[in-house]
């Protein structure tokens, strides 16, 4: 028998629209973070099949701060504030500087996101809309992390990370809690897109949570910035001279240093994609569901819409949607008149 996804989907749309509406209420309140409710939200998991397998689309898409990227820097932001923290800095190429000026604004405290040259301008727009001050430096992430590293050694701020901390991985660990009580039964696989390597962190510390030891994980990278493979295969971090991807919220030199470590002895399959792959996914992903996502995500749908070999046997899968803020309608349509060229 097959996890079930269909069912699940209708009562955790109910559960999201009620989460949403108490966040609105608790996430002002005042005081000790420890008297709110978390930022994140559950998000619904839609049951789909994409050539001919079962596949669970867990919608993280849908959080208030649009990906995943909530989960943990909102515990960490809570955490922060909790102890008097007065400014929050981060680092990001998009999604991660959104959540941190999203949970800054719901705290009440001042954020200041350092972004890279190749953050496209619409996603500096939007992280600025939510109050944060929006630095650009350098060509790419590791460029503004290490602006962002220095501003946070000032007085009463807090360095946000956008993947390395392990109160991240214990926030995107309540993704696979979540799984635990929609699935029927464990799946056989989970796809999931890898930049940083945060996700796949909060997911790995997740599965061994619930117990889920013979779930796989393909952990998916576009192929001009993969660092997790060539690291996995070497046993060591690898550092890119130059990633380059249309997802580029995944363009990082190198992966979290605790990731090799974590991904011993586990079940983790490292797969790349094309860029042509990713948005394809995004356009198909729409077609069929609705859903507007970013090409990081459309990386971790590819396998799925390519029937990649390495899904072979496999009967049901999870995909994380990961996130829909690195994206805009222009490009979604420009994504599916190439395809249709």
């Known amino acids: 028998m097959t996890p079930s996804f269909e069912h699940q989907a209708t ?4 559960e999201t629209d009620h989460a949403a509406f108490h966040l609105q209420a608790s996430g002002r309140r005042a005081g000790n973070s420890r008297d709110v409710a978390p930022l994140h939200i559950v998000t ?3 049951g789909a099949e994409i050539n001919g397998r079962r596949v669970g689309l867990k919608l993280d898409n849908l959080q208030p701060a649009r990906s995943f990227k909530l989960r943990g820097i909102g515990k960490l932001c809570q955490h922060h504030a909790d102890r008097g923290v007065r400014h929050f800095v ?8 959104y959540a941190v000026a999203w949970a800054g604004r719901a705290l009440g405290v001042p954020v200041t996101v350092f972004v890279p040259g190749n953050t496209p301008e619409h996603v500096r727009r939007r992280i600025a809309s939510l109050g944060a001050r929006v630095n650009v430096v350098g060509d790419v992430w590791d460029h503004a992390n290490a602006a962002a590293m220095e501003l946070a050694r000032s007085p009463g701020c807090a360095f946000i990370p956008p993947f390395d901390h392990p109160m991240l991985w214990q926030g995107h660990a309540s993704l696979v809690d979540e799984l635990a009580v929609q699935c029927e039964r464990a799946p056989d696989a989970i796809l999931l897109a890898v930049g940083g390597g945060g996700l796949l962190l909060g997911v790995l510390e997740g599965l061994a949570s619930v117990g889920w030891r013979d779930t796989r994980v393909f952990a998916v990278e576009p192929e001009r910035a993969s660092s997790l493979g060539p690291s996995l295969q070497l046993g060591r971090v690898v550092e890119l001279e130059r990633p380059n991807s249309v997802a580029s919220s995944l363009c990082v030199k190198r992966i979290a240093p605790s990731l090799v470590a974590a991904c011993a002895g586990r079940k983790v399959t490292p797969l790349t994609v094309s860029d ?5 996914a995004c356009v198909r992903l729409a077609e069929d569901h609705g859903q507007v996502v970013e090409p990081a995500c459309g990386a971790a749908l590819a396998p799925l ?3 990649h070999p390495a899904l072979a046997g496999l009967r049901s899968v999870v995909a994380i949607v990961c996130g829909g803020m690195v994206v805009t309608l222009e490009q979604l349509a420009h994504w599916s008149r190439a395809n249709l060229g």
Do not use: I, K, M, V
């Open 44 to 46: 619904p998991l839609l």
């Open 276 to 280: 042509e792959e990713a948005t394809q």
């Open 305 to 307: 819409y390519a029937d």
């Open 11 to 14: 009562h955790d749309f109910a």
């Open 90 to 97: 981060c680092s990001s190429a998009g999604n991660a500087g």
